[in-house]
């Protein structure tokens, strides 16, 4: 159980463009999603909070405007990063919870983004 | 707010052998303790947790012991096998929001 999807793996395209990430989770419902970002051998960064049908919470630093996530549903939630440049380049990886039954953070796969 | 330490930063150990590795936390209202297992190219995986009202959990070859008082907790994995070569992060959380330690990268030599 409590297993959550993210989609695409890995994404490749040109700088301007933008991309959207997708994470769903396939077993429980999520009232809360992360989005999280990672550098090659370094720790989680934790971008932003978001709560199902609520605006996300950024963390500081975090351009809202630059990373536009949605939490439209209990079992979906997108991150689209919006003009992407060669510095967003990065792991992207989200994680799901249940509020409602304490439960854990469960990760997703993550995404490894590449902007040319 | 919370500031996670976790040594040590590498870690190599002969297969059989045992592993631990250590966290520290500064907020003492913190209140759960989750390890994290992560393979390259991977998302974390949830391995053991332990919440503050408990000073030891084991499950088979795994264990976290807490220490409240010191702010300190630590993973201990037994009879170490090349599979449990990872990146293993810890993190402490009074909420719901996790705050990690930098990870320490395990590997077990065969």
């Known amino acids: 159980g409590a297993v959550v999807s993210q989609h695409p793996s890995w994404v490749i395209c040109k700088s301007g463009t933008s991309v959207k990430i997708e994470c769903r989770s396939l077993?429980?419902?999520?009232?809360?999603m992360f989005w999280y970002r990672q550098f090659p051998k370094q720790s989680l960064m934790l971008m932003a909070t978001s709560n199902e049908g609520s605006k996300a919470t950024y963390e500081q630093g975090v351009e809202k405007d630059k990373f536009l996530i949605n939490h439209a549903s209990l079992t979906l939630s997108t991150l689209t990063v919006t003009s992407a440049h060669p510095e967003d380049s990065s792991f992207y990886i989200c994680?799901?919870?249940?509020?409602?039954?304490?439960?854990?953070?469960?990760f997703g796969d993550g995404t490894r983004l590449s902007i040319l | 707010g919370e500031n996670v330490e976790q040594h040590p930063s590498t870690l190599s150990v002969q297969e059989g052998d045992s592993a631990v590795i250590k966290c520290t936390y500064s907020d003492s209202a913190s209140n759960y303790f989750p390890w994290y297992k992560q393979e390259l190219g991977k998302g974390p995986q949830l391995i053991i947790d332990?919440?503050?009202?408990?000073g030891e959990k084991k499950d088979q070859r795994i264990a976290v012991t807490l220490n409240k008082t010191a702010k300190h907790f630590s993973l201990h994995i037994t009879e170490t096998q090349p599979e449990d070569s990872a990146v293993y992060f810890c993190?402490?959380?009074?909420?719901?929001?996790?705050?990690f330690g930098k990870g320490t990268k395990l590997s077990v030599i065969p």
């Open positions: 994680s799901a919870r249940d509020a409602l039954v304490d439960q854990p953070q469960h």
């Open positions: 993190a402490a959380s009074k909420g719901y929001q996790l705050t």
């Open positions: 077993d429980f419902q999520a009232t809360t």
């Open positions: 332990i919440r503050s009202n408990v």
